[in-house]
């Protein structure tokens, strides 16, 4: 106790750290977000270059009509995804809300039962799309050629078998990064994209099984990274368990409250893209949309897609953690990090695109189809400005769905991929040709622009002057710095620092001795814990820790990415007679009214309350 007495005085504040703990302090959290989007990103790219490679294969040696074919399926695909995809959002979200309240029972009853749903939800839509294939086709295109037709008919029912494999593919992946296995889903695209390539060209050089062998060839490529991913479960230490004897429907309305909110961007693309195509079609016929194909749906755009997907789905599962652990000046970091690494990213994209655009669309056509050609580079073009106009409301609409907003995440989805593209593209379309097309794609991506300030302006009835002014919380969310004290943590000096100012804190708050006494203790033995035995020899690791007093909530959250340590399993696993041993460890556990334990993102977090 006489180091805690002799703590000097003065008025330390809740977030009282030095210079160098306020320049690092964000760095434990940055780095997770920074990791993860740059796999996220990486995947994805992988992931959806599998598109770009039936593309290409189908416009070199299958001709335009197949690419157009594409172009008619592509609606329907989308949309059978968003369908089958929704649960896959909403399971995240849930999952890493629960994964930052260290609640690992909840996580895999969710994910158990969410397995269950999604496997027997995508068998009924694949039977859906193999089925009624035929009518969608008849009243969606009538106006396109029989082979069109056909071939545009042999690729949907082919693809309808690939949501069998799809139904647990993207909900596994989704969930490793939080099982600290993130990499796998990198892996598991590229088998994707490499046995999509080598299906394709067997197809057709060997098979010649024209547009329905080439769905087949995906529906293979599917399989292999399903077998892939469920080696995850092989690996020792996995905290994802499937608990058949543990279902509960009643999380299922809440998944889908949230991952409406997630696949609400693919939806009203999906309807934004069938708009177009009928525009199109009666402004130019099929030529019109085998280049907006080309541009688009799974050719050039390929990686602006990927980059606003990685943007929402990082964001998202990230804020969600934030939010869990109830952190306002986390979230705007989330915030601040999702804006800056997705423009910079697509910057880099854009000027890529816009500079190359007519080389990049040949790569998906024949030699004798310079017109559509010469369209598509136009329509990449206006679609680069479109989207710098947007990306940042993808960052936005991401925080809102890790924090709860669902139904606001509808009406910008809504609104900036649905309804202001479609409108704007059909109006100025219909009444000027091709020009207005192009010239509604630039008014809808300032309209979504917009929104990024309207929204959170109504809500917090002010206008958004600075990051913080995006966030839309509730009051009683954010707390007050007379609420909590933070430190970040390198050495047993800083340990000791913090768990003396902590001491002080609760001293000045008025707090009973016990609880002053035994915070100070926490601090010192399990952030000390870490530092001396989580690093290593070669150290560089860093403990944060919160000290949170308010209202009846009286707890600690101490995060580091150091080795993995339960300390309440420890404890049970090294029990002895000896009243001395682990005593540090024994003192805590026996104080504390819940300790709670889980590491996701390669980072250790650890719930002491009182």
Same mark, same amino acid.
């Given at each position: 106790?006489?180091?805690?007495?002799?703590?000097? @005085?003065?008025?330390?504040?809740?977030?009282?750290?030095?210079?160098?703990?306020?320049?690092?302090?964000?760095?434990?959290?940055?780095?997770?977000?920074?990791?993860?989007?740059?796999?996220?990103?990486?995947?994805?790219?992988?992931?959806?270059?599998?598109?770009?490679?039936?593309?290409?294969?189908?416009?070199?040696?299958?001709?335009?009509?197949?690419?157009?074919?594409?172009?008619?399926?592509?609606?329907?695909?989308?949309?059978?995804?968003?369908?089958?995809?929704?649960?896959?959002?909403?399971?995240?979200?849930?999952?890493?809300?629960?994964? @930052?309240?260290?609640?690992?029972? +909840?996580?895999?009853?969710?994910?158990?039962?969410?397995?269950?749903?999604?496997?027997?939800?995508?068998?009924?839509?694949?039977?859906?799309?193999?089925?009624?294939?035929?009518?969608?086709l008849a009243a969606a295109a009538g106006v396109a050629d029989?082979?069109?037709?056909?071939?545009?008919?042999? =690729?949907?029912?082919?693809?309808?078998?690939?949501?069998? /494999?799809?139904?647990?593919? /993207?909900?596994?992946?989704?969930?490793?990064?939080?099982?600290?296995?993130?990499?796998?889903?990198?892996?598991?695209?590229?088998?994707?994209?490499?046995?999509?390539?080598?299906?394709?060209?067997?197809?057709?050089?060997?098979?010649?099984?024209?547009?329905?062998?080439? *769905?087949?060839?995906?529906?293979?490529?599917?399989?292999?990274?399903?077998?892939?991913?469920?080696?995850?479960?092989?690996?020792?230490?996995?905290?994802?368990?499937?608990?058949?004897?543990?279902?509960?429907?009643?999380?299922?309305?809440?998944?889908?409250?949230?991952?409406?909110?997630?696949?609400? /961007?693919?939806?009203?693309?999906?309807?934004?893209?069938?708009?177009?195509?009928?525009?199109?079609?009666?402004?130019?016929?099929?030529?019109?949309?085998?280049?907006?194909?080309?541009?688009?749906?799974?050719?050039?755009?390929?990686?602006?897609?990927?980059?606003?997907?990685?943007?929402?789905?990082?964001?998202?599962?990230?804020?969600?953690?934030?939010?869990?652990?109830?952190? *306002?000046? @986390?979230?705007?970091?989330?915030?601040?990090?999702?804006?800056?690494?997705?423009?910079?990213?697509?910057?880099?994209?854009?000027?890529?695109?816009?500079?190359?655009?007519?080389?990049?669309?040949?790569?998906?056509?024949?030699?004798?189809?310079?017109?559509?050609?010469?369209?598509?580079?136009?329509?990449?073009?206006?679609?680069?400005?479109?989207?710098?106009?947007?990306?940042?409301? =993808?960052?936005?609409?991401?925080?809102?769905?890790?924090?709860?907003?669902?139904?606001?995440?509808?009406?910008?989805?809504?609104?900036?991929?649905?309804?202001?593209?479609?409108?704007?593209?059909?109006?100025?379309?219909?009444?000027?040709?091709?020009?207005?097309? $192009?010239?509604?794609?630039?008014?809808?991506?300032?309209?979504?622009?917009?929104?990024?300030?309207?929204?959170?302006?109504?809500?917090?009835? +002010?206008? /958004?002057?600075?990051?913080?002014?995006?966030?839309?919380?509730?009051?009683?969310?954010?707390?007050?710095?007379?609420?909590?004290?933070?430190?970040?943590?390198?050495?047993?000096?800083?340990?000791?620092? *913090?768990?003396?100012?902590? $001491? +002080?804190?609760?001293?000045?708050?008025?707090?009973?001795?016990?609880?002053?006494?035994?915070?100070?203790?926490?601090?010192?033995?399990? *952030?000390?814990?870490?530092?001396?035995?989580?690093?290593?020899?070669?150290?560089? @690791?860093?403990?944060?820790?919160?000290?949170?007093?308010?209202?009846?909530?009286?707890?600690?959250?101490?995060?580091?990415?150091?080795?993995?340590?339960?300390?309440?399993?420890?404890?049970?696993?090294?029990?002895?007679?000896d009243p001395l041993r682990n005593l540090g460890i024994r003192?805590?556990?026996?104080?504390?009214?819940?300790?709670? =334990?889980?590491?996701?993102?390669?980072?250790?977090?650890?719930?002491?309350?009182?």
């Open positions: 106790m006489k180091r805690w007495q002799k703590a000097e @005085g003065g008025n330390i504040c809740a977030m009282n750290k030095d210079k160098r703990m306020d320049k690092n302090e964000a760095q434990l959290g940055d780095g997770v977000f920074k990791k993860m989007f740059l796999v996220t990103l990486a995947g994805m790219i992988v992931s959806l270059l599998t598109n770009v490679v039936d593309s290409i294969v189908t416009g070199q040696f299958l001709g335009s009509k197949a690419v157009a074919a594409m172009g008619m399926v592509a609606p329907v695909i989308t949309l059978s995804n968003v369908v089958t995809g929704f649960l896959v959002v909403g399971t995240s979200q849930l999952c890493a809300r629960n994964f @930052g309240k260290a609640n690992l029972r +909840k996580v895999n009853q969710i994910f158990s039962t969410m397995t269950v749903c999604s496997f027997l939800l995508c068998t009924l839509v694949g039977a859906a799309v193999f089925f009624l294939s035929p009518h969608y029989a082979e069109t037709l056909r071939m545009s008919l042999d =690729y949907l029912q082919g693809y309808a078998f690939f949501l069998l /494999p799809m139904s647990l593919v /993207p909900l596994l992946s989704s969930l490793m990064a939080l099982d600290n296995d993130q990499k796998r889903s990198l892996v598991c695209a590229w088998i994707v994209l490499i046995s999509d390539v080598v299906l394709d060209l067997l197809n057709v050089f060997v098979f010649h099984g024209g547009m329905l062998g080439m *769905a087949l060839a995906t529906v293979f490529s599917g399989c292999l990274a399903l077998f892939w991913l469920l080696l995850h479960f092989r690996q020792p230490g996995h905290l994802l368990e499937f608990t058949p004897h543990d279902l509960y429907l009643g999380d299922l309305g809440a998944v889908l409250a949230y991952g409406m909110a997630g696949i609400m /961007p693919m939806l009203m693309i999906s309807l934004n893209n069938l708009c177009i195509n009928l525009v199109l079609l009666r402004i130019d016929g099929t030529d019109a949309v085998a280049a907006w194909f080309v541009a688009g749906g799974a050719g050039a755009f390929c990686l602006v897609f990927s980059l606003i997907g990685s943007v929402q789905g990082t964001t998202e599962i990230v804020a969600g953690l934030a939010y869990g652990e109830e952190d *306002a000046s @986390g979230l705007e970091r989330v915030l601040k990090n999702s804006l800056s690494l997705s423009c910079r990213a697509y910057l880099a994209m854009g000027l890529i695109l816009f500079a190359f655009a007519h080389p990049i669309a040949g790569i998906f056509l024949d030699g004798s189809s310079a017109g559509i050609q010469q369209m598509a580079a136009t329509f990449i073009r206006f679609m680069t400005l479109q989207y710098a106009m947007t990306i940042a409301c =993808y960052s936005l609409t991401g925080i809102l769905a890790g924090t709860g907003h669902v139904r606001l995440n509808y009406i910008f989805s809504l609104l900036r991929d649905g309804i202001f593209p479609s409108l704007c593209v059909a109006a100025l379309g219909l009444m000027l040709g091709l020009p207005g097309v $192009y010239a509604g794609l630039l008014l809808s991506g300032a309209l979504s622009l917009c929104l990024v300030f309207l929204i959170p302006g109504l809500m917090n009835r +002010k206008f /958004p002057r600075r990051l913080r002014d995006l966030l839309i919380l509730p009051e009683s969310f954010a707390l007050l710095p007379s609420e909590c004290f933070e430190a970040t943590v390198y050495s047993m000096e800083d340990v000791v620092k *913090a768990s003396e100012q902590a $001491y +002080k804190f609760c001293r000045d708050k008025g707090e009973k001795a016990r609880t002053t006494y035994s915070f100070a203790l926490f601090i010192e033995e399990m *952030a000390g814990n870490a530092v001396t035995h989580g690093f290593g020899e070669e150290g560089g @690791g860093r403990v944060e820790v919160k000290l949170i007093l308010k209202e009846e909530k009286r707890m600690i959250r101490l995060k580091d990415n150091g080795k993995p340590f339960d300390p309440v399993e420890w404890l049970e696993k090294n029990r002895s007679k003192m805590v556990v026996a104080r504390a009214k819940e300790v709670q =334990y889980i590491r996701t993102m390669e980072i250790n977090h650890l719930i002491i309350s009182l």
